[in-house]
């Protein structure tokens, strides 16, 4: 079978590892074993994606990134250099608690800041922004901006990563793409 996929000469790249087409895994990465990751990816320089971490088409995984099991990304994420993922909630280098790994969910389009802390057993939603630093405890609704630690929500982020400003009617218009929001119960929704 031919590989459809790149890797430099001093990455490591487990059994049982299915990678898509046009990924690029770069210097002193290791994949571990029976990951999944999908077309068109990039893993920097000295990541870590542990076993069976799963990982949609276009995610982007920035230098000095730590993908531990249990974390599942959807399409188009993007992971910021340094960031990192928690999996279990009390460890303890005494204590065994592979059995209590929690899922992290991180769905499509979403963007996790330099720097970030991911508390492992949440969601983060769809579109959502995590600034650079903030420590995330807690789900993420689609399209929130939070920030801050403990990471808390500042705003709402446009598909194309500019800040929503909601008018008294609760809608909103990207500035880079002319794509309209609108703000109900708490929930953005983009409007087709």
């Known amino acids: 079978m031919e590989k459809v996929y790149y890797n430099h000469e001093s990455a490591v790249i487990d059994d049982g590892c299915i990678i898509g087409n046009g990924t ?7 994949v571990m074993s029976n990951c999944e990751i999908g077309e068109n990816c990039n893993i920097g320089q000295n990541v870590v994606v542990s076993p069976n971490v799963k990982l949609g088409k276009n995610v982007k995984v920035q230098n000095n990134v730590s993908i531990y099991t249990g974390v599942i990304c959807e ?3 993007f992971l910021g250099p ?6 279990v909630i009390n460890p303890r280098s005494a204590v065994n608690r592979k059995t209590e790994y929690k899922k992290t969910i991180v769905k499509k389009g979403a963007t996790i ?4 802390t991911i508390v492992c057993g ?4 769809e579109f959502a922004f995590i ?7 807690k789900d993420v609704p689609a399209y929130a ?15 194309y990563g500019q ?6 009617d609760n809608n909103a218009i990207c500035p880079d793409s002319d794509e309209k929001y609108i703000l109900e119960k708490g929930i953005v929704k983009k409007l087709n």
């Open 82 to 87: 340094s960031m990192v993922f928690t999996n």
């Open 145 to 159: 901006l939070v920030i801050g630690n403990p990471a808390r929500q500042t705003g709402w982020m446009s598909e």
């Open 24 to 30: 690029k895994i770069w210097h002193f990465s290791h």
């Open 113 to 116: 800041g330099a720097n970030s």
């Open 122 to 125: 949440i969601t983060i939603g």
């Open 163 to 168: 800040k929503l400003k909601f008018n008294e």
């Open 75 to 77: 399409d188009d994420v």
């Open 131 to 137: 600034g650079a630093g903030a420590v995330v405890t």
